[in-house]
Nanobody, 114 residues
């Protein structure tokens, strides 16, 4: 399984970005997908996750600002990030959880300037 993330960049505070992550392999629709981030001098944290039925969970600080979605026909998960804040600056990693196996994509840098 390979995951290819894209969509990071630099935006001003209040701006928006959309991250994408394309997964290879079978049974994408049955997999849990999501995003973690690594902020400077902070622990790795789960930002959002989406399940096979498209239900989703969010970390408290991003609720109401970030939206995770999936397109099973394209084996792709998205993270729409609105109202970005400087504290959202981080390297974002997508993941796929298929049974007990978690696969990771390469990180994509998101920088929010004040």
């Amino acid at each position: 399984v390979q995951l290819q993330a894209s969509g990071g960049g630099t935006v001003q505070s209040g701006g928006s970005l959309r991250l994408s992550c394309v997964a290879s392999g079978r049974d994408f629709a049955a997999s849990e997908m999501g995003w973690y981030r690594q902020r400077p001098e902070k622990q790795h944290e789960k930002v959002a996750s989406i399940y096979h039925d498209s239900s989703a969970n969010y970390e408290n600080s991003v609720k109401g600002r970030f939206t995770i979605s999936r397109d099973n026909a394209k084996n792709t998960v998205y993270l729409q990030m609105n109202s970005l804040k400087p504290e959202d600056t981080a390297v974002y990693y997508c993941y796929r959880l298929q049974g007990p196996v978690r696969s990771w994509g390469q990180g994509t840098q998101v920088t929010v300037s004040s």
